[in-house]
T-cell receptor, first 118, second 115 residues
Framework: EPEVTQTPSHQVTQMGQEVILRCVPI?????FYWYRQILGQKVEFLVS????????KSEIFDDQFSVERPDGSNFTLKIRSTKLEDSAMYFC????????????????FGSGTRLTVV | AQKVTQAQTEISVVEKEDVTLDCVYE???????LFWYKQPPSGELVFLIR??????QNEISGRYSWNFQKSTSSFNFTITASQVVDSAVYFC????????????FGDGTTLTVKP
């Protein structure tokens, strides 16, 4: 079964450092997303990406964040200068169809990257 | 503004019992999407279902069923004959029709199924 692959599974970084979280979506999917989940809290939408550009972003996704699909397969989330409050689990997801398709098939999530900022 | 309320923080059942997880939502949109996700102890997020607001038919998939009632703004999830492997945090989520992936999540319900 196709998977969304995220690397690394866990990253520890010092405050102020830049981090890049990597995701390889499913190859025939067209819509890509990043979400984050602070430990013990709800999942929060960060950004959606379609046709090589951001289609929507949340208030959380400020100038410190950026996304890229550099080579047609990887989908990266960069945090330029990490803060302690960026510590969270970051999930990448992809789907073939943004709003259509069968209700039981749709979004595939990666296993997440746990980012710890110290 | 959109809001999702999962009033049940934690539920504990014994294996083979049926269990219903409640989800109540608020939105001003006339067209929207509702979702359920499962997060097992291993931490990954598993998509379970997406429901369009204009399709009020209930959905059944194996032991899982979903009851969508627009009149009460609810999208409840029932697990029939629960199993220990169903133990997880379950999230209900809501998005508007322009970007189904831009979801507002509920706080989640932790389901524990005891043997």
């Amino acid at each position: 079964e196709p998977e969304v692959t995220q690397t690394p599974s866990h990253q520890v970084t010092q405050m102020g450092q830049e981090v890049i979280l990597r995701c390889v979506p499913i190859s025939n999917h067209l819509y890509f997303y990043w979400y984050r989940q602070i430990l013990g809290q709800k999942v929060e939408f960060l950004v959606s990406f379609y046709n090589n550009e951001i289609s929507e972003k949340s208030e959380i996704f400020d100038d410190q964040f950026s996304v890229e699909r550099p080579d047609g397969s990887n989908f990266t989330l960069k945090i330029r200068s990490t803060k302690l409050e960026d510590s969270a689990m970051y999930f990448c997801a992809s789907t073939q169809a943004g709003t259509g398709g069968s209700s039981l098939y749709g979004y595939t999530f990666g296993s997440g990257t746990r980012l710890t900022v110290v | 503004a959109q809001k999702v309320t999962q009033a049940q923080t934690e539920i504990s059942v014994v294996e083979k019992e049926d269990v219903t997880l409640d989800c109540v939502y608020e939105t001003r949109d006339t067209t929207y999407y509702l979702f359920w996700y499962k997060q097992p102890p291993s931490g990954e997020l598993v998509f379970l279902i997406r429901r369009n607001s204009f399709d009020e038919q209930n959905e059944i998939s194996g032991r899982y069923s979903w009851n969508f009632q627009k009149s009460t703004s609810s999208f409840n999830f029932t697990i029939t004959a629960s199993q220990v492997v169903d133990s997880a945090v379950y999230f209900c989520a809501l998005s508007d029709n322009t970007n189904a992936g831009k979801s507002t999540f509920g706080d989640g319900t932790t389901l524990t199924v005891k043997p």
